[in-house]
Each structure stands twice: as C-alpha cells, then as structure tokens.
C-alpha cells in the first residue's frame, strides 16, 4: 500500500521513499510512500523528478500509487528502472503543485459561495493548473449575476480563511449535514476513514485533493468564461493569476 503523504502535508516538496513493485513494460514503479498526487477528484496528477528521472504521469491502481518514469538524459534508453528495494528521492514540480492547490481551494471557495447564497449544486468540475471550470444546478444564473460572484470570491479570499483538513471516522462524516449534501454517501463502502476539507465558515467537503492552507493564498482569480448549458445546468470558469 502507498502512504498519500500529500493528504496529511500538501506542502511536503521532496521525500524519500523504497520502490515496492516495478513494471518494466510500462516503465513505472508503485512506491510504498509517495508525495505525489496521483490525480483524481478532478485535480490532475503532480509531474516532478524520482531520482534524477522525470515523473511523467501517476495512477492510482488498488492500493498502489504507480509513476511512470521519462528515460532521464538525451537519447537512448536512458537509465534504467530502480529495481524493488531501491531508495529513491522524489522532488515535485512544485510550481505546477502549488498552482493546482490554488486552483483547487478557489474551486471550493466557489462552491462555497454558489451554495451559501444561490442554493445551488454542483454537479462536475475539472481544473488545469490556474483555470478550471465547474457545472452547478443553477437555473436562475445569469451574465450579470458573474460580476457579483466574482466580487464574493475576492472577498472571501481576502477574508483569509483558513483551510483545514481533518480525517474522520466514516459514521461521524455521515452525520454532517454539509458532507451529506456533497454526496459523501457516494464514497465506497470500503472507506474507514473520511478526509475533510473545510474552508473555515464556508465551505466542507469529503475530499482528498491538495489545497492551501488559507484563502489569501489563491490570490487574484477571475469569472472567465460563463456557459449555458441548458435551463438548470450552468458552467462557471475560473482563471487565477
Ligand atoms: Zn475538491
């Protein structure tokens, strides 16, 4: 089994860790801890360097956190995959990790806010590095009520709220009326152990992204784009500086 560490730390940039199992065919190898995210919840994977070679993507398979490994130097094959057993040192693209948190907790801020004052669901999302977009059930959205919305998200960004991130026993989330509203009841039966992340007097959700620890780290965002998507279903972009 893989530790997450980024569930605990987010801002964790190297750690060291023992390679697990190997796949030669695919060049990648599972980790037994990783500070990678490995992508999911619509936040997408880290990239980074594992011992000297690129990160090129990451998948979770059951237990496991795979990395797929890049052959390093220029030309041939490159060196080869660290064996089972080996300790290797892992380094983030922290540039690209800390634009994801900052994209992921602006997401959730905007969740916050379309809930707290419209009523309304999301219903799916995505997120790049510094832009996204996320679907709500939203039938009285409208152009003009964009601008009023981007206002609240700057407000509560410079309201600096604090993030946290809790683990919970799986029958005390299900008693949280918010977590109960976001469709915890969707998570697999087989999960113990919920994580939360709340925006402090805005916003919780059982998640297991990465996100900054205080809103005034998102810095300055911006409503870019507003789509229709019929009469209920409405799309809000979202681009961050
Ligand atoms: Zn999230």
């Known amino acids: ?10 801002y964790l940039r190297e ?10 065919v695919e060049r990648a190898v599972a980790l037994d801890r990783t500070a990678f995210y490995p992508g999911g919840g619509g936040q997408p994977h880290d990239l980074g360097l594992l011992s000297g070679l690129p990160v090129v993507r990451l ?23 660290p064996a089972v057993g080996t300790r290797v040192h892992g380094v983030l693209d ?3 990790r800390y634009a994801l948190m900052r994209t992921h907790t602006a997401f959730h801020i905007l969740c916050g806010v379309v809930w707290r004052d419209y009523q309304a669901q999301v219903t799916g999302g995505n997120m790049e590095p510094l832009k996204g ?6 039938q009285t959205l409208h152009g003009d009520l964009v601008h009023e919305i981007e206002a609240k998200l700057a407000a509560e960004v410079a309201a600096a709220r604090e993030v946290r991130v809790r683990h919970l026993p799986r029958a005390e989330a299900f008693r949280i009326p918010d ?7 969707l998570l697999p039966e087989g999960i113990a152990v919920v994580r939360t992340v709340e925006i402090e007097g805005l916003d919780l959700q059982a ?16 409503v870019s784009g507003y789509k229709s998507k ?5 799309r809000i972009e979202l681009e961050l500086d």
């Open 230 to 234: 019929g009469r209920i279903n409405k």
């Open 15 to 24: 750690f060291d860790a023992v390679v697990v199992e190997t796949d030669p």
């Open 179 to 185: 977590l109960i509203r976001t469709k915890i009841n």
């Open 207 to 222: 998640d297991g992204g990465t996100h900054v620890a205080n809103t005034r780290e998102v810095g300055v965002l911006r």
């Open 1 to 10: 089994m893989t530790e997450l560490l980024a569930q605990s730390d987010a």
């Open 133 to 138: 977009r996320m679907d709500f059930e939203f």
């Open 59 to 81: 998948q979770r398979r059951g237990d496991l956190a795979w990395h797929w490994l890049g052959a390093g130097g220029a030309g041939g094959a490159g060196p080869g995959l």
């Open 94 to 96: 922290w540039e690209r």
